[in-house]
């Protein structure tokens, strides 16, 4: 199934802040367990360029990688195509490890029922994660009431960020 049209602009850089990373990832003091970093949605991989040369990048995202127009080349990419559902069905399954993973997502989660994200989360902690960043809409956000992120806050630190957004962040300490 190819996704809608409205998301090509993402995958296929039609508009330049779409090739820029989130500003705040430049300035983050990563755990020294951390070796990977998986953005979920990770569209055209803007928010790869922080860590590349630096960390093993990860992207998920539910377009065929043909159809990707990278932002630029990167070192040590590994691309799937598939949904968040998919992807906690891997973890549940066991068939991978997020032990040196920070898992990242910049407006993916709100697309997500609760359900499915609490699923995820569970998944990814059973998994060996313990570094998250979900750059997403708040619950009961005016920009987005439907489409939010529901885990709950108090799991979090929790920035305000442009745009309406919230950074919800764990990170653990070496």
Do not use: H
């Amino acid at each position: 199934m190819d996704p809608p049209a409205k998301w090509e602009k993402y995958y296929r850089r039609t508009k330049d802040w779409v090739s820029i990373p989130e500003p705040f990832l430049y300035d983050l003091k990563l755990p020294n367990s951390v070796k990977i970093f998986l953005d979920i949605g990770c569209a055209s991989g803007r928010n790869f360029i922080p860590f590349d040369g630096k960390l093993e990048l990860w992207g998920v995202d539910i377009v065929p990688e043909k159809r990707i127009r990278w932002v630029r080349s990167f070192q040590k990419l590994s691309y799937k195509k598939m949904t968040v559902e998919q992807f906690t069905r891997v973890l549940e399954r066991g068939e991978k490890r997020l032990d040196q993973v920070l898992l990242f997502t910049a407006g993916t989660m709100m697309y997500v029922n609760e359900k499915e994200q609490r699923r995820f989360f569970q998944a990814c902690r059973l998994a060996g994660c313990k570094n998250f960043i979900f750059s997403e809409y708040p619950a009961n956000s005016p920009i987005s009431p439907r489409l939010n992120f529901k885990l709950p806050p108090e799991w979090f630190a929790i920035t305000k960020y442009l745009r309406g957004l919230s950074i919800f962040s764990s990170l653990s300490e070496d």
